[in-house]
């Protein structure tokens, strides 16, 4: 019994330290259930979004291991303070206390604070290899490599941590930012969810924000709302969860809720210029061009010298033919690298836009300087440049050196033709065609102008045949359509013309002279009463489309309608009094009214604009056959 006793007293010191570690453990346990289920009531305000595609949580749990080592946590506590010298000699210590491990685990951490990641890659890989590693070194290895963009191997170390412990809160977030950027978004949700299961408050919030984007993805809306709402829930004013919550919303076409989300994000002040991007590109999608502005605007004071922002700002302007004002931009970005060659280029197409063609080509020739003169692009638009300003041999040269540079360069060999086409260099131009298309046999516009120049040697069969070819790579060019209906026509098949002719003007509703040319289509189809209704269509669209009233003036004609006849053609005459077929129609219809004085004042106006006239001369003598009796 004595011996009982004995044991039991020299076990007690040993019980009452497990009881105080058993309640200790219980503490925290019931801290943590406390913490996630927290939820943080505030009032609205912006919370930092993500400024890239992930952004990567620091081992803020404690130290995975090493944690008995006093040197070494001193170390960690001064790498946080950026005290450096400091954390060098704690290192050295380290070392001469034969703790190389722990030595080196500091080393690749302070290499990793001073964005030496390849050192500290290498330091990770020698504590590894050696054996018996501290596993905080596969934590930060992982950390290296994402760094490194090697995502991959990145996972594979963050697994190796979570098998020695499932409760690491980064491991699980980092891996999940991995996984996503790799679109492995099954595996980056459960991340996800783990990370989201381990936290509270903030954290738990970036997590179900996270874990809906990644749902997102996958197209579970019904999820990533879900998660949305309970990231809101801990975080109201997390932005990153807002503009989810928005993509969300566009996903269902519901446009409006979409943008007063957005709007929302506007109104809760973000200070980052990744966030501002976001929404300039959203609100320039729904054509909300002075939200979308403003929002560039905004980004571009967060990070003045972010080439980014400038660039979708610029771009933005250019479209709307804003040309100073991109040029502006495109300044600024030169500025701040004066070996952008981009810009260069995108100046030099600014003033082309402008006719400023002597600023166009010295941006051109700045672009090839940078590039040793090696750009056929460049090369391409100097040529450009060259054929606005009339000159026809510098403008060759360029795109010869440009398909010197690039034989199967189908733009330059197309430009070439064009530029024959310009000089009436026909047989030339046929050639440089039918290079751009044994280069590019989708070249749409190469068999179009192969068909001009095919119209122009009057081969109908293989004008028709280029001109189909346009038509089959794209069905919407509206005018290989037109001259390919012209074809039609003058192979006297107006059905196929009218039909063509319809084709074009659904896609150009007021395109003037496919409604003329459907009017004589239908005209010459005896159609008569749409023929009219169309030529109408042609005045309502230009009042002074002289030939439009000449045509209706022989439509009233032929049907002996002699009033309405001569009314079109004085409107006929009214724009171009010098219009010979007019004239002589006038003498007709005077003749068909018996109306012979003012037929033969008719007859003599024709001759005396063109005395060769024989029809006119033969409509005299009639005149005057009729005075004789």
């Known amino acids: 019994m004595k011996s009982f006793l004995a044991l039991n007293k020299s076990f007690a010191p040993i019980l ?95 290499a990793m604070v001073d964005n030496q990641n390849t050192e500290a890659l290498e330091l990770f890989d020698q504590i590894i290899q050696r054996g018996d590693a501290p596993i905080s070194t596969y934590f930060f290895r992982a950390r290296v490599n994402s760094r490194l963009n090697q995502p991959e191997k990145a996972i594979q170390d963050y697994d190796r941590v979570l098998q020695t412990n499932s409760h690491h809160f980064s491991a699980h977030y980092n891996q999940g930012l991995l996984l996503y950027e790799v679109e492995k978004y099954e595996l980056a949700a459960e991340s996800f969810r783990q990370s989201a299961s381990l936290s509270g408050g903030d954290r738990r919030a970036r997590s179900n924000s996270k874990l809906a984007r990644a749902q997102l993805k996958l197209d579970q809306l019904n999820e990533a ?77 967060h990070k003045p010298r972010s080439k980014k922002n400038r660039i979708e700002l610029a771009e933005m302007l250019i479209k709307q033919k804003r040309w100073i004002e991109a040029g502006e931009q495109y300044k600024e970005i030169i500025n701040v690298d004066s070996s952008d060659v981009d810009a260069y280029f995108k100046m030099g197409r600014i003033h082309f836009s402008q006719k400023n063609y002597d600023e166009s080509l010295n941006f051109y020739q700045k672009v090839l300087q940078l590039k040793n003169n090696q750009s056929p692009l460049t090369l391409l638009n100097i040529g450009r440049v060259h054929m606005a300003k009339n000159q026809y041999d510098e403008a060759l040269t360029a795109y010869q050196m440009a398909t010197e540079q690039d034989s199967q360069y189908s733009e330059a060999w197309y430009n070439q033709a064009l530029l024959y ?62 001259n390919l209906a012209v074809r039609y026509a003058k192979a006297d098949d107006y059905t196929s013309a009218e039909k063509l002719y319809r084709e074009v003007l659904d896609l150009k509703p007021y395109y003037k002279s496919a409604w003329y040319n459907l009017g004589r289509a239908l005209s010459k189809q005896k159609k008569l009463e749409e023929a009219i209704a169309v030529f109408e269509k042609v005045i309502q669209l230009e009042s002074t489309h002289y030939r439009a009233y000449n045509q209706l003036a022989d439509i009233f004609y032929d049907q002996k309608q002699y009033a309405e006849a001569k009314d079109y053609i004085q409107k006929t005459l009214d724009i171009r009094p010098d219009n010979i077929k007019a004239r002589y129609l006038l003498a007709k219809t005077y003749y068909r009214q018996k109306q012979y004085e003012q037929a033969l004042r008719a007859s003599n106006q024709v001759l005396a604009l063109r005395p060769d006239h024989g029809n006119t001369q033969r409509l005299i003598e009639r005149i005057n056959r009729k005075n004789e009796q």
């Not at 120049?453 to 069969?461: A, G, L, P, S, V």
């Open 16 to 110: 009452l330290v497990l009881v105080a570690l058993y309640l200790l453990l219980l503490n925290v346990h019931f801290k943590a259930l406390s913490s996630a289920d927290k939820i943080t009531v505030i009032q609205i305000q912006a919370a930092q979004a993500d400024t890239a595609n992930f952004q990567e949580e620091q081992d803020s749990e404690g130290e995975l291991d090493a944690y008995l080592d006093e040197t070494y946590l001193e170390g960690v506590n001064l790498l946080s303070q950026q005290k450096t010298q400091e954390v060098k000699q704690v290192i050295e210590a380290l070392k001469n206390n034969a703790k190389i491990q722990l030595s080196d685990l500091l080393k690749g951490r302070l």
């Open 225 to 301: 709302e879900k998660s949305v709402d309970e990231a809101l829930r801990f975080s109201p004013g997390l932005i990153e969860a807002r503009m989810t919550l928005a993509k969300i919303q566009l996903k269902r076409d519901n446009i409006e809720e979409a943008i007063a989300e957005y709007d929302r994000v506007k109104s809760l002040g973000p200070e980052d210029a990744y966030t501002f991007r976001v929404l300039a590109r959203a609100y320039l999608k729904y054509n909300r061009i002075k939200s979308a502005e403003q929002m560039y605007q905004l980004a571009i004071q």
């Open 421 to 482: 086409l310009k000089t009436e260099q026909t047989k030339l131009a046929e050639n440089a065609l039918v290079k751009a298309i044994e280069i590019n046999p989708e070249y749409s516009k190469a068999w179009y102008n192969l068909g001009i120049i095919y119209t122009m040697q009057n081969d109908e069969k293989k004008s028709i045949d280029a001109y189909r070819k346009a038509i089959e790579i794209n069905p919407r060019y509206y005018s290989a359509k037109l």
